[in-house]
């Protein structure tokens, strides 16, 4: 079971901030850490000081660590040309050393959108945009050197493309997906995902994704098991209820709520959940959404208290 440290930065949190936990993250034995990819927030949060660029800070992060996997949950296709994510993203791969992985998703925060004057399209044209820049983020990574690569589709179109830089990792990062959607959302993520994240959803509803994706893998002839399976949950731990109230409060929510909607409660609760996710649903990777990075010691208690439990 690996585990990994997910935030949310676009709520309030500078690039200093960033850093500091992802130091940690790496100090305290985390496999990786990953950021959201968002330039408004969301809900009562202030979001001072304002947005920061996921690939910018992922930048800079990799120049910081040396072990840690680093990543986006997720990155939306209406943000960046497939292009110039593919080229950001495997410049970012080198500046690591090869430790980067790509999550990519069809976009969904309207609001986001209108307030930065970003075109969000419909649902059916995201999807089929969505595709395309899979297709062309991965066909730029995988073509041989000294070969170019060319592409023709409804909305992209590239010529002769020398297809560089190259990414560090070969054939490619990894690319990270997910949703809940029951036929394109699976068919995409069996064509192109080396992992599939069920964020937010409870075990049940996660399995029945995964064996959605499970399904498009074996009707296109690929193995499923060649899927990690992985989810993303809000985490709330404490070593008593004192301690968890303080965490819940911290972050706008109430325990009750955080211990029926993610992995909240005390430390045996929490090993407790995430032992259903690996039994109910194959789950092999959490990462454990941290809300309050000012709480170094949040991802302290995790890595000396939960993570062991899985070793």
């Known amino acids: 079971m690996d585990f990994r440290i997910f935030t949310e930065p676009q709520q309030g949190a500078g690039y200093d901030d960033l850093l500091k936990i992802a130091k940690r993250t790496e100090e305290a034995g985390f496999d990786g850490f990953f950021r959201s990819d968002h330039y408004l927030k969301m809900g009562s949060a202030s979001g001072l000081p304002g947005p920061t660029d996921a690939w910018i800070t992922l930048a800079g992060l990799a120049r910081e660590t ?29 500046m690591s050393g090869g430790r980067i992985e790509l999550g990519l998703g069809s976009g969904w925060y309207e609001a986001e959108h209108r307030a930065y004057g970003i075109e ?26 000294g070969e170019t690569f060319s592409y023709t589709g409804k909305h992209y179109q590239l010529e002769d493309s020398p297809a ?15 949703g809940g959607g029951k036929k394109r959302t699976p068919a995409l993520a069996a ?9 937010f959803a409870d075990a049940d509803t996660a399995a029945v994704q995964f064996e959605r994706v499970a399904g498009a893998a074996r009707e296109i002839g690929r193995d499923p098991g060649e899927i990690i399976r992985s989810t993303a949950q809000v985490a709330c731990v404490g070593r008593d209820e004192a301690e968890l109230s303080r965490r819940a409060a911290a972050i706008g929510r109430e325990v009750a709520e955080l211990r029926q909607n993610g992995l909240a409660g005390t430390v045996a609760e929490v090993v407790d959940k995430i032992g259903v996710f690996r039994e ?10 941290i809300l309050d990075l000012t709480d170094l010691a949040h991802v302290e208690l995790i890595a000396a208290e939960v993570a062991p439990q899985f070793a």
């Open 120 to 145: 969000m399209y419909d649902l059916p044209e995201r999807f089929d945009r969505y595709t395309e820049q899979l297709e062309i983020v991965t066909g730029l990574w995988e073509t041989p050197d």
């Open 191 to 199: 064509r192109f995902a080396d992992e599939f994240n069920a964020a």
């Open 164 to 178: 560089l830089p190259k990414p560090v990792q070969s054939p490619r990062p990894p690319v990270i997906i997910g």
């Open 66 to 94: 040396s072990a840690i996997r680093l990543g986006t949950l997720v990155t939306p296709i209406t943000f960046r040309h497939p292009s110039v994510l593919a080229i950001s993203v495997a410049g970012v791969d080198q």
């Open 280 to 289: 109910k649903a194959g789950v092999s990777r959490i990462y454990f959404q």
